[in-house]
């Protein structure tokens, strides 16, 4: 009977520990962070948490996507540690903190077979507003101008319609994708289509074999060079964001991110690490 009722305390007390939540000193299993929002940092922030993962065993970082929107949404309710937002935060969202960890621009992509070598601010204004549906008029081939859009809570399309000075509602798009991977895929996929996206997705892409070009704003070639130099009209920051000011695993991370440890992370993605950018 003793022996029966001490078998029973034992699993008594090993429920407990396992209903509290208890691990053993040393143990890191429990630690965890998330990241919510931007398409355009989420590959670069998956190699982050794995190199950091790598060096800090038993944590674990769990990336998703869901645009910017969704990383200051978040990072607000606190349902995420920390939001990614691919660009700068509006004058209403001061009430959170920004750790930009790299920078980025916003290019025009075409088809790499499309014949049109360049096109001025107006001329692309003109196509997504619907003034121009032929590539004739432009110098290309007679082919009807097949418009990708970004879809609501990106910030590329905010950026897009700040640099065009249109409203969404004035754009008339044929295709409305998500991230930077399906606005590649699209072009890539349709010789007559027009899109943009992060340059340093679609110069990674590019140098992989995807059949896209980029194409020059106001005369400046969209390369990665030129928005390390601050040349390039359309750049962004890459931002971490957090409800507070960041502490503990989260406070590690973000440090982690923006150091040089993971310079080699960012150009391998095409981006500007943060302490080499000319702004």
Not at 83 to 89: A, D, I, N, Q
Not at 113 to 141: C, E
Not at 225 to 234: D, E, H, K, S, Y
């Amino acid at each position: 009977m003793k022996i029966k009722s001490a078998v029973h305390y034992v699993i008594f007390i090993a429920v407990l520990f396992a209903v509290a939540g208890w691990s053993r000193p040393g143990n890191a299993a429990s630690q965890k962070l998330v990241l919510t929002g931007a398409s355009t940092i989420a590959p670069l922030a998956g190699e982050l948490a794995r190199r950091f993962e790598s060096l800090h065993p038993g944590v674990r970082v769990d990336v998703q996507t869901g645009g910017s929107a969704r990383g200051i949404y978040d990072s607000r309710k606190g349902t995420a540690d920390i939001g990614m937002v691919s660009r700068s935060l509006k004058p209403e969202e001061q009430d959170l903190q920004a750790h930009t960890i790299a920078w980025d621009g916003i290019g025009i992509i075409l088809h790499a077979s499309n014949p049109v070598a360049s096109l001025s601010r107006q001329q692309i204004i003109d196509i997504y507003s619907g003034k121009i549906i032929n590539w004739n008029a432009v110098g290309g081939r007679d082919a009807r101008v097949t418009v990708v859009n970004k879809a609501e809570g990106r910030s590329t399309l905010e950026l897009f319609l700040t640099y065009a000075k249109l409203k969404n509602s004035d754009i008339k798009s044929h295709v409305v994708i998500g991230d930077n991977s399906q606005g590649i895929k699209t072009v890539a996929g349709n010789p007559n289509a027009i899109g943009y996206v992060s340059i340093g997705a679609a110069e990674y892409e590019a140098g992989h074999g995807v059949p896209i070009k980029l194409m020059p704003l106001d005369g400046v070639a969209a390369t990665v060079a030129n928005v390390r130099n601050g040349t390039f009209p359309l750049s962004r920051p890459l931002n971490l964001v957090t409800r507070t000011l960041p502490e503990g695993l989260a406070l590690e991370f973000i440090e982690f991110a923006r150091s040089g440890q993971v310079h080699d992370l960012v150009e391998a993605q095409y981006f500007v690490p943060v302490s080499v950018v000319l702004h």
